[in-house]
């Protein structure tokens, strides 16, 4: 058995949520890392004599049919893998009263931490699930003296949570103010406004266990200005771990901040991916050990020329895991993007298939 990758297992979650037993006859078993795998069997085994019980004829069956290919599934194993293992199988048949058993069998990406054994009419997947939800997401606030976006940062999603408008005074002063006194009324209204920007920081922000930190965009000294006057409550202004001089405050502002805060973002993947497929384009334009149409990727895989296989989430599930295999046998990198990015679609816009080459291929 292999440790499955991210996107395989987000397939196999999609797969699985699918299906549905006529009975309770679809069987979860989750083995968590450094587990005795022979303990395990031993309890598949006990349930089921536990099963025979079952009054329903069909559903004893189909219960008693999937621990017995769990128990010969678990045989297989020495020890339990590195990162614990989930046992998925059941009748899958749409058909009452025939049976089609199906058994799947992963390493997850990350380590097990629960063990479960559970007869349903459908799998649990909730153990899966954690795994593939963002661990860590950033605060994103563009702002500026007039008006002021609150974001959010999930992976490779950009969430807009928040739209301000300030009401301050332009700098030209009207109706006969002495300019003093007009300058007053201005800092005092920017001031107002700074705070209401903490207030809405403080709703937005303050309960968010996975908020790892805040970025704050706006022009010179506006941003400054707000930290040192808005008010911020101590545990958020911890929460900013950077300033960047940016020069729009709507929903452009917060993906110019985005872009702006690569050294911050580094590990995040909406910058991996930008990163990625801005590399792939450059390269594309100076047609520098790159392809892009299907034909002369599988061409470059062929020669085991491809250095990194480009793969669009959009393609058709068969296509991307027959081009995955090949990257495979030649031990190249595979990067699975999204349409959740400009640039994301605009590589699928070109067909969603492309590779950054070790070598040109003629």
Not at 277 to 299: H, I, P, S
Not at 333 to 352: A, R, W, Y
Request: net charge neutral; glycine share 8%.
């Amino acid at each position: 058995m292999s440790m499955i990758t991210k996107y395989e297992l987000e397939e196999l979650i999609e797969e699985l949520e699918k299906i549905r037993g006529s009975h309770t006859e679809l069987v979860s078993v989750y083995i968590p890392a450094g587990q005795n795998i022979n303990v395990i069997n031993s309890q598949v085994d006990a349930e089921k004599s536990t099963a025979s019980n079952i009054k329903s004829k069909v559903n004893r069956k189909n219960v008693v049919d999937a621990l017995e290919s769990i128990s010969r599934e678990l045989k297989k194993y020495k020890v339990t893998p590195e990162n614990g293992m989930a046992i998925f199988c059941g009748n899958i048949s749409e058909k009452e009263g025939q049976q089609d058993l199906k058994l799947w069998a992963i390493e997850p990406p990350q380590g097990l931490k629960v063990r479960m054994y559970r007869c349903d009419k459908e799998f649990v997947l909730e153990p899966l699930k954690e795994m593939m939800a963002v661990k860590e997401v950033y605060g994103l606030v563009a702002m500026d003296r007039k008006e002021a976006t609150l974001a959010l940062l999930e992976g490779k999603q950009i969430k807009i949570l928040r739209k301000m408008t300030s009401g301050v005074p332009g700098k030209y002063k009207t109706g006969g103010q002495s300019a003093n006194r007009f300058e007053r009324l201005r800092e005092g209204a920017a001031k107002e406004f700074y705070r209401r920007i903490a207030d809405a920081m403080k709703e937005v922000y303050f309960d968010m266990p996975k908020l790892k930190g805040i970025i704050i965009g706006g022009p010179v000294p506006t941003k400054e200005d707000f930290l040192k006057e808005g008010q911020l409550v101590t545990s958020l202004k911890e929460k900013v771990i950077g300033l960047k001089d940016i020069g729009y405050a709507d929903e452009h502002g917060i993906e110019l901040l985005v872009e702006a805060s690569s050294d911050f973002l580094a590990q995040q993947e909406i910058t991996h991916e930008k990163q990625l497929l801005e590399n792939f384009f450059e390269r594309l334009g100076k047609n520098d050990r790159v392809a892009y149409k299907r034909d002369d990727v599988e061409k470059a895989l062929k020669f085991g020329a491809v250095d990194t296989l480009i793969l669009s989430k959009k393609l058709v599930k068969k296509d991307l895991i027959e081009l995955r295999k090949r990257a495979e046998n030649i031990s190249a990198k595979i990067e699975i993007v999204s349409d959740e990015t400009p640039e994301g679609e605009q590589f699928l816009n070109l067909g969603g298939i492309g590779a950054l080459l070790r070598f040109e291929v003629q």
